[in-house]
């Protein structure tokens, strides 16, 4: 639930989709689920106006960064320590 003053982060698209019950018998392959968490993945880093090219690639560097860049903007969406205290209501106090 989102703190008051803090609007909840919407997603849309695949994003706002969840994703499937499967079965036993209507599990796709490993390769189709991998590719789904990929599209997934590209829409996450879309979402917040990030180039998912290095996410992907096998520099560890590049990688690091674009991996770091994409939990830096969810934890400042979701998570309440990354964010600046709420403000207080009423008159402002002068020291």
Same mark, same amino acid.
């Given at each position: @639930?989102?703190?008051?003053?803090? &609007?909840?982060?919407?997603?849309?698209?695949?994003?706002?989709?969840?994703?499937?019950?499967?079965?036993?018998?209507?599990? &796709?392959?490993?390769?189709?689920?991998?590719?789904?968490?990929?599209?997934? @993945?590209?829409?996450? $880093?879309?979402?917040?106006?990030?180039? &998912?090219?290095?996410?992907?690639? $096998?520099?560890?560097?590049?990688?690091?960064?674009?991996?770091?860049?994409?939990?830096?903007?969810?934890?400042?969406?979701?998570? &309440?320590?990354?964010?600046?205290?709420?403000?207080?209501?009423?008159?402002?106090? $002068?020291?």
């Amino acid at each position: @639930m989102p703190k008051a003053g803090r &609007p909840k982060t919407v997603y849309d698209g695949i994003l706002a989709e969840p994703i499937p019950r499967w079965t036993l018998l209507t599990r &796709p392959s490993d390769d189709e689920v991998r590719q789904l968490h990929e599209r997934k @993945m590209r829409a996450l $880093f879309a979402h917040y106006d990030l180039d &998912p090219t290095n996410a992907f690639q $096998f520099d560890p560097a590049k990688t690091a960064i674009a991996w770091s860049e994409l939990a830096w903007h969810l934890a400042k969406d979701h998570v &309440p320590g990354f964010n600046e205290p709420p403000q207080k209501r009423g008159k402002p106090s $002068f020291n």
